[in-house]
Every structure is written in structure tokens, then in C-alpha cells.
Nanobody, 126 residues
Framework: QVQLVESGGGLVQAGASLRLSCAASGRTFSDYFMGWFRQAPGKEREFVAAISWSGDAAYYADSAKGRFTISRDNAKNTGYLQMSSLKPEDTAIYYC???????????????????WGQGTQVTVSS
């Protein structure tokens, strides 16, 4: 499995921007379909965004559309989640995840991903 390490989280005010990074190691990053999930206290882990192996297709949760952008740089073995216009309800631990194979239309399912990072905390104050 590929190893994933997230970074870039922090405490920001509402309306601010953050860019999360997900550094991959151990395997060829371009072999992996990648996603971002988040989990707020007392809530289930939820899908945020996903990106295809080459980066030519991206998928977003409704809550992320228009505000978040997922991308990847396979040459740098790194994935990104650019977040703008942050809201207090975006407060959560953000996880990146990766899988070699993704079933059609299953990119939003956490169970589809076999590799996970340790998460990075994002806190948005009002």
C-alpha cells in the first residue's frame, strides 16, 4: 500500500483559504485514485472530493463544489485540496485516501479506499 501524509491544516477565520497537501510514498502515486474525506466531532466521515489517476477527472461533494479544488502532481507524488471561502461547518479532520481500483460511481465511498493518511485538523472560526 501507498503511505499518505497530510499537511496544511490549521486555524483560520471564516472566509479564509487553506491548501492541504497529501504526500505519498512507497508506491507509484499515479497508480492510485485519490480522495479527500473529512470527519467532524460526533459525525461520520464524509466524502469531500476525489481525483482520477491522471487528474483528468474530479468529483466533489455538494458542500465542496465551487469552493474547493482537488488536484495532484504525480511528478511530486503529492495531492492537494485547495479550500476557499471556508465556513465554520468546514471544521473537521481532513484525510486523504487512495485506492488502486475504484468501482464506477463509488468514488464517494470511504470503504472503496485502502490507504489512508493520519489526518490534518482544519478549524474555521466565525
Amino acid at each position: 500500500q501507498v503511505q499518505l501524509v497530510e499537511s496544511g491544516g490549521g486555524l483560520v477565520q471564516a472566509g479564509a483559504s487553506l491548501r492541504l497537501s497529501c504526500a505519498a510514498s512507497g508506491r507509484t502515486f499515479s497508480d492510485y485514485f485519490m480522495g479527500w474525506f473529512r470527519q467532524a466531532p460526533g459525525k461520520e466521515r464524509e466524502f469531500v472530493a476525489a481525483i482520477s489517476w491522471s487528474g483528468d477527472a474530479a468529483y466533489y461533494a455538494d458542500s465542496a463544489k465551487g469552493r474547493f479544488t482537488i488536484s495532484r502532481d504525480n511528478a511530486k507524488n503529492t495531492g492537494y485540496l485547495q479550500m476557499s471561502s471556508l465556513k465554520p461547518e468546514d471544521t473537521a479532520i481532513y484525510y486523504c485516501a487512495a485506492t488502486l481500483v475504484i468501482r464506477l460511481h463509488r468514488e464517494t465511498g470511504a470503504g472503496e479506499y485502502e490507504s489512508w493518511g493520519q489526518g490534518t485538523q482544519v478549524t474555521v472560526s466565525s
